[in-house]
């Protein structure tokens, strides 16, 4: 359970800090690369799998992004990066992630972890009293940023340094699901088991470090496979509903709108998070079972 929760809120909170600031077989075989091309006939749509935070010491990107953004007349993220900044949208998204009734975490944790959070919270200068009505996915997103921000991560990653470049350059920007379907996921993370929740996200606290280097690692490298068994495996074999939710009805959802790219004449880059490419269920997999060639970039 701890290693599946882990994995879940690994993969959340990539979406909730930037809120805040064959098919396994035959990617696998692909050459090491961070970013592909799926292509039928001439049409081609480059995929790039991304990190939501990096450190300053993380630029340059891997070449095989710079090769695509250069290719591409239009890129495509999950949601709109830009639209992050709207007042509007912020104010929603507090509306969404606090409690508007008469919970807070006190009601909602077990006296034992509500203690801890005030312990950890004490430690960091930071009183309780700021964050009682925090639902679990704000409150753990927090602290999760707050030690991102001690290793020197900040809010530019993949996306936002693209999103900008796009922008710069004059080229198309789009987005494959409105920001507040992400803030949904944010708001639902936790629910139903508040204490054990917030309670395994305080431990998991002292592995930030180690986890961050082992993900960039295995993205840097464009490790399929050590990038599934980090985000995809435990909540696929234990928990197939969220599974399901979370990556699997996203990805088809999204689907329809990447293949719709290959009809027009512009070449599109389309930049999501890289547990959404690799797997069975995955971007990659289920381009190509429908007949698209996919290659890396080199």
């Known amino acids: 359970m701890h290693k599946f929760?882990?994995?879940?809120?690994?993969h959340c909170l990539w979406q909730a800090a930037l809120l805040l600031s064959t098919c396994l077989l035959s990617a696998a075989t692909l050459a090491q690369s961070s970013v592909?091309?799926?292509?039928?006939g001439e049409a081609k749509v480059y995929l790039g799998g991304t990190v939501h935070l990096l450190r300053p010491a993380d630029f340059p990107l891997p070449e095989p992004f710079e090769n695509a953004y250069q290719q591409a007349e239009e890129l495509y993220f999950e949601t709109d990066v830009a639209g992050l900044n709207d007042m509007t949208v912020q104010a929603r998204m507090m509306q969404a992630l606090t409690y508007s009734d008469e919970r807070t975490l006190r009601t909602v944790l077990d006296a034992p972890?509500?203690?801890?959070?005030?312990?950890?919270?004490?430690s960091t200068g930071m009183p309780i009293a700021m964050l009682e009505k925090f639902k679990p996915g704000l409150l753990v997103s927090t602290l999760q940023v707050i030690e991102f921000q001690k290793l020197g991560f900040t809010p530019q990653g993949?996306?936002?340094?693209?999103?900008?470049r796009a922008m710069g350059d004059g080229k198309n920007v789009g987005e494959l699901e409105p920001i507040d379907s992400q803030i949904g996921f944010?708001?639902?993370?936790?629910?139903?088991?508040?204490?054990?929740?917030?309670?395994?996200?305080?431990?998991?606290?002292d592995d930030v470090a180690s986890s961050m280097d082992q993900m960039l690692a295995a993205?840097?490298?464009?490790?399929?496979?050590?990038?599934?068994?980090?985000?995809?495996?435990?909540?696929?074999?234990?928990?197939?509903?969220?599974?399901?939710?979370l990556l699997v009805q996203r990805n088809l959802d999204w689907l329809p709108i990447i293949e719709s790219m290959f009809q027009d004449e512009d070449t599109e880059f389309v930049l999501v998070g890289a547990a959404h490419l690799?797997?069975?269920?995955?971007?990659?997999?289920?381009?190509?079972?429908?007949?698209y060639a996919i290659e890396s970039v080199e």
């Not at 972890?113 to 004490?122: I, N, Q, V």
């Not at 993949?158 to 900008?164: E, G, L, P, T, W």
């Open 5 to 10: 929760l882990h994995s879940v809120k690994r």
């Open 36 to 40: 592909w091309v799926a292509s039928k």
């Open 113 to 122: 972890t509500y203690a801890a959070l005030s312990a950890h919270l004490t």
């Open 158 to 164: 993949v996306d936002v340094y693209f999103n900008n």
């Open 186 to 205: 944010i708001a639902e993370m936790g629910e139903g088991n508040e204490s054990e929740f917030v309670r395994l996200s305080l431990e998991d606290l």
């Open 219 to 245: 993205w840097r490298a464009g490790d399929n496979d050590s990038l599934e068994s980090l985000f995809v495996s435990d909540m696929k074999e234990g928990y197939p509903a969220l599974y399901d939710s």
């Open 278 to 291: 690799v797997g069975e269920d995955g971007l990659l997999s289920l381009l190509e079972a429908k007949g």
